[in-house]
Structures are given as structure tokens and as C-alpha cells.
């Protein structure tokens, strides 16, 4: 089995930063990276919005539009770590923060495609 366990969340002002890690623990060989979803307010689990991800070697990277020029994402491969640097931050970035694991490559963008999932790390960015 692998754990996923997120940490960095909290409240910061809008044009803040945080940033999130994603630590992977169990049987990591098993899994080719690590993806960033978040789930805002009020939205179901289905409703889960793609932000990054990124394969262990660090050499491919994936982003949503609307986080490409302000997050960053990288990884760790010795640790089996992942971090989501983000800056800019804006309200509406608010949201439970997930790293997920995919059962393959054939798709980083969608959620149906991980199959391991952190606990979640809570972001709050006040206007």
C-alpha cells in the first residue's frame, strides 16, 4: 500500500504564498509521481479540480491554466516528496489541497486516474 500525507496549508492574504508538500510512504516504487488537486468549497469530491503534477525524475511537469504562472511544482525522488510552491495566491484558490498518486501515465489531468489520495491540506487565502 502507500500514504500520502500533505502538509504547508493555512491562511495567508491574498498576493501570499504557502508552500504544500507531499510526502509518499509504503510502497512508493509503485508509483510513477505525484498530482495536486483541490476540491473548494461547497464542491463534491467528483468536482475535484486538477492543479499539477509532476513524475518522480522531475523532468515532466503539468499544470492548469489557472495556476501555470503562479505555482510551481517540483519533486524530491531520494525523499519521495513532492512540493506545490505557490505564489500570487488569490481567493478563489481556497480549497482542500489533495496529492493523489495515478495507477498510470496515461492521464496526469484527470482525477479518475489516481487512485491514491492524501487527507487533504486546507488553504484559506483572505481578500
Known amino acids: 500500500q502507500v500514504q500520502l500525507e500533505e502538509s504547508g496549508g493555512g491562511l495567508v492574504q491574498a498576493g501570499g504564498s504557502l508552500r504544500l508538500s507531499c510526502a509518499a510512504s509504503?510502497?512508493?516504487?509503485?508509483?510513477?509521481?505525484v498530482g495536486w488537486f483541490r476540491q473548494a468549497p461547497g464542491k463534491e469530491r467528483e468536482e475535484r479540480e486538477f492543479i499539477s503534477a509532476i513524475n518522480w525524475a522531475g523532468d515532466n511537469t503539468y499544470y492548469a491554466d489557472s495556476v501555470k504562472a503562479r505555482f510551481t511544482i517540483s519533486s524530491d525522488n531520494a525523499k519521495k516528496t513532492v512540493y506545490l510552491q505557490m505564489s500570487s495566491l488569490k481567493p478563489e484558490d481556497t480549497a482542500v489541497y489533495y496529492c493523489a498518486a495515478p495507477r498510470d501515465g496515461a492521464s496526469w489531468y484527470f482525477s479518475a486516474n489516481y487512485i491514491y489520495w492524501g487527507q487533504g491540506t486546507q488553504v484559506t487565502v483572505s481578500s
Open positions: 509504503g510502497r512508493t516504487g509503485l508509483l510513477l509521481g
